[in-house]
Structure formats: C-alpha cells, structure tokens
C-alpha cells in the first residue's frame, strides 16, 4: 500500500468520526418553529410539552408559545389518605395555575385552546371526610374561567369529577340547604370580562353549582356543552337565558347532560335563532319549549319532560327516547309541520298490563311520526312486556293507535330488555304491520345477560306459543335484512321465516348472532337452509354470522 492510500484512508476515518452518524442527528429540530409549534400542540399534557426545554437553546422557550394547553391529572393509589388527595389536589391545581401565570407575564403568543382535566379515581370520594376538595376545585375552576375570558381563549373545556355529597335520609343531598353551600358555586356573572373570542366550551363541574346570569354575554360562542351541573337557585327561566340568543346569538350546538334543577316541576323555554344542533340527555324538566328557527339535529334521551313543544321547521334527524323506567313525554306540542326530518328515533310501547289505565305511552310518538311527512328512515326502540309475566295479560298499543306509514322504506327496529326471549316477536310483528313499503329492515334483539342470570333452560325450551300468527306482515318490497342477537331458538326460527315469507325480491340477509351463546352452533344449519329455501343463492358462513345474497 503506497503512502497516498494510506493518508486517503486515515483522511475518510477522520471524517467519518467527526460526521454524526443518522441516530445523533437534531432531525426535528431543523424544521421551522411553526411545525414545531403544531407538534407540541398535539402533546396531551402541557407538563410534557414544558420537558422539551430541555432539549436544547432553541427549545428553551418554544413550548411557551404554543397556543393549545392541555392538562390532565395523573393516577392516584386507590389506597391514598383523604389528606394526600387533598394535597394532590392542591398540588394539581397550583401547577396548572403556576403554567398560566407564567404564560400571563411572558407577553407571548395567546393561548387559543385550554383544556383541563381533573379526575376522580376513587370510589370513596362522597365520604364526608374528602368534602375539603370540593371548595378548592369550586375555586379553581372559578380562577381559570377568568383567565380564559381575560386571555381571549377560544376554545375552553374544563373536566372536573368533583367528590359527590353524600345522600342523608330521603335522598336528599347534604348541601341541599342552599345557605349552607352558598359560596360552593361557579359564577358566570358580572363580575367576569366579556369572554369575546370564545367559540367553544365545556364544562362538567361534576355535580357542582352553577349561577348563571342573564347580563353575560358571549358574542362569539358557537359551541356549548354543560355537563353534571346543578343550577343555583335551580330557576330554568334563568338558565334559559344563558343559552338564549340574547346572551349567545351565534350560538349553534348546545349538549346539556345531567343537568339538575332544585325542583323537578320547572318549565324552560329556549328560544335560540342560530341554534342547529341540541342534545339533551339525563335532565329532568315538567316542559321544555323549543323556539329553534334553525335547528337541524334534535337528541333527547333519558329524560322525564312531561311536555315538549317543538318550533323547528327545518329539524332534519330528531331522536325522542326516554328512560325505561321513566314517563314518556306525555305532551308533544308541535308548531307545523316537519316537512325537512329524513331520520328520527322513538321509543314506543307495544303492550301494556291489562291492569294499567289509558295508552297514551305512544301519543307523541305517533303525533310526530304524523308531522314528518317525509320522513323516510326510521328507529324505534321497542319496549313491551316484562320478562316473566304472561303474555295474554297485556292489551295491544300499537294497533289502534299506530297508523299505516306506507312513505317509511327503512326501519330499525331494538328490543327493548322489557321483553322475554320468546315474546319479543309479537311486538316487533305488530308494528311491522304498520310498514308495508319497507325496503330495509333491521331488528336488534337485547343482550342475553339478565335471562343468563336466570338460567338456560328456559330460554332454549321453545315450548312457547307463537304469538305474532295472527298478525299479516307484507314485506314485498323488502330488498335487505339484518337480524342481530339471535340465540340459534327455534322461535327465532319461525318468526324470521314468518316475516321472509312474503319478501320475493330479498336481495341480502344477514344474521349475527350472540357470541356469549352457543346454542346457535347446532341450529346454524336451520337457518342457513330456510334462507336457501326463500330463494337465495349464495351464502357465507362465519363462527357467529350467517350472510345470503341472491
């Protein structure tokens, strides 16, 4: 080897040590501060975020112009003392403080989208001795509110799962007496600055008290969710105002969700010309009147409104549910028609006990099926008999009270848990009467575990009478079916043969039934071969599903 080669090779050694190799490179750090800056945006923890100072000069300070801040509480022990998660609390809630201040004094860029999460990892938290959380979360959530209104926040979602009162004799809470808690509470009043950048917020305060106030305004919130609240003084009429558009006139989604009133007999009337979506679930009211010009999505579910007045002409999917335990809204009061509605959800009522007085169960049910003139997919939950009682004890609801829909092409139909295995096809066979026009079908039979904790043996004798013979179900223009649930029982078996039969143009079935159940293993060849009967060709066969097309 000559002496050039061997300087050449000394040369590219040197230079291959002083070249960092690919691991060593800074990759992320060659690119521009605003891709960084989207980066650290994504970071679910400002904690996190606040790290990456670490890194190097240049990171030193990046973190604090990012403009989304998002902190969220890590796990406790289960075993921790009501002292340490007071302190843990405490601790949480200085941090979060510590991070906005320090944002507050540097004059950076303005924090757009905070978000704050607290919470509750123990069961043990309504225990009279863990009360010392609620005024230090009260307050806390107080103070970023603030910050938020003042620092022209525009998004703002605030999570806390404060500790629950615990309940004293006849269900009351122990902060039920209004005096005794009267400084427990959130204030949106005049004491705060006019929130004019805010487009979104939510708050679930867990429980805790909100006073709402008529004077604030939000000029520019377009999306508000309240969540587990209740409502100081528990007045309706004031709350109403909050979401009004007098306070918020370009409000357009509002969720409220376990939100509780002083008094269950309150009356609300919302009247918000740019709302286009509500939902309200969990909240109890005597009436609620809608006076929504724009509203395009209307969702209750799991409330008690004794009346519902609806003035929303352009409403397009409405779902009514309610409770099974609960009154179905006993007054549906609707201002013309809703020409605009192509989808809607109900809850209605096949059968009730010969011994309960009247069917108005399904009134607005049928009063608002009667108002979508063009409504053309529909959803009913189906509830009826109560597992264990006779069948011919019960008087029929949907006959005489339920008209032929015949502009319906498709409807999905769940079962409700109210029924037994073996009666479910009574009242799903009634109300298909109602339908003749049907080009989509699906029934969703219930979860099988309240009738396992019973037993087997019952559910698989089909020693049981077939209760829809005697009703005529037409399904000529039926194309596709799905029947999700099925236990393999062979009265599953009639019932599906008895609503194929007159289906002569069926064009896909589909059948899944339940994984926790193995009767179906044995009688998969049943139903696969009645479907082949009706005219299908072709099928597929999968461990818990069966698929024909023609």
């Not at 998002?70 to 979060?96: G, T």
């Not at 970023?144 to 620092?151: L, N």
């Not at 006073?211 to 109403?240: H, N, Q, T």
């Not at 009667?370 to 011919?392: D, I």
Request: hydrophobic share 40%; with cysteine; aromatic share 6%.
């Amino acid at each position: 080897m000559d002496s050039s080669t061997a300087e050449d090779d000394a040369r590219d050694a040197k230079r291959a040590r002083l070249t960092p190799s690919a691991g060593d490179m800074d990759l992320i750090g060659v690119l521009d501060d605003d891709v960084l800056l989207r980066i650290l945006s994504l970071v679910p923890d400002a904690r996190d975020a606040a790290r990456t100072a670490a890194l190097s000069r240049r990171w030193l300070r990046l973190w604090t112009r990012v403009p989304v801040l998002r902190f969220a509480s890590r796990p406790l022990p289960m075993a921790i003392s009501a002292v340490d998660r007071c302190a843990a609390l405490e601790q949480y809630v200085s941090l979060v403080d510590g991070v906005l201040s320090r944002r507050a004094r540097s004059g950076c860029a303005a924090v757009e989208t905070l978000s704050i999460a607290y919470t509750k990892d123990s069961p043990s938290l309504g225990a009279p001795h863990l009360q010392g959380l609620l005024p230090a979360s009260v307050h806390a959530v107080q103070g970023w509110i603030r910050y938020a209104f003042q620092h022209g926040v525009k998004s703002l979602a605030l999570d806390m799962h404060l500790p629950e009162r615990p309940k004293l004799i006849g269900g009351k809470n122990v902060d039920d007496d209004e005096e005794s808690h009267k400084n427990l509470m959130v204030c949106l009043d005049d004491g705060l600055p006019s929130p004019v950048r805010l487009e979104t917020m939510r708050l679930v305060l867990g429980g805790a008290r909100l006073r709402p106030s008529a004077d604030v305004k939000f000029a520019s919130l377009k999306d508000l969710s309240l969540e587990r609240i209740k409502v100081a003084d528990g007045d309706a009429r004031l709350f109403a105002c909050l979401v009004s558009s007098r306070s918020c006139p370009n409000l357009q989604k509002l969720r409220i969700r376990r939100l509780q009133f002083r008094s269950w007999s309150q009356e609300m009337r919302l009247e918000a010309d740019m709302l286009s979506e509500l939902w309200v679930e969990d909240t109890d009211l005597m009436s609620l009147d809608l006076r929504t010009p724009c509203l395009r999505v209307l969702h209750i579910d799991k409330c008690n409104i004794q009346v519902l007045g609806l003035s929303a002409p352009r409403l397009e999917q409405v779902a009514l549910l309610c409770r099974p335990t609960a009154s179905p809204v006993r007054l549906l009061r609707v201002h013309g028609d809703l020409p605009c509605v192509q989808s809607l959800k109900l809850w209605m009522w096949s059968h009730h006990h010969y011994s309960f007085h009247g069917g108005e169960q399904n009134d607005s049910s049928v009063l608002l099926l009667k108002s979508c003139s063009l409504l053309k997919c529909l959803e009913v939950t189906l509830a009826g008999s109560m597992p264990g009682m006779r069948y011919e004890v019960y008087v029929d609801l949907i006959k005489d009270t339920v008209p032929h829909i015949p502009q319906i092409t498709s409807l999905t139909v769940k079962v409700s848990e109210a029924f037994t295995r073996h009666n479910f096809g009574a009242g799903v066979a009634n109300l298909l009467t109602r339908f003749t026009n049907l080009r989509h079908l699906s029934v969703h039979l219930p979860s099988l575990f309240y009738e396992l904790d019973e037993g087997l043996d019952d559910l698989y004798c089909d020693d049981h009478p077939d209760h829809w013979t005697f009703y005529k179900i037409s399904m000529v223009h039926l194309q596709e079916v799905e029947l999700t649930g099925l236990t393999g029982v062979y009265c599953e078996l009639r019932f599906m043969e008895a609503v194929l039969a007159s289906a002569k143009i069926l064009g896909k079935v589909t059948i899944r039934f339940h994984k926790e159940c193995c009767q179906h293993k044995g009688n998969m060849d049943a139903f696969q071969r009645l479907l082949l009967d009706e005219g299908m060709w072709t099928s597929r066969r999968e461990e818990h599903m069966i698929t024909c097309l023609k």
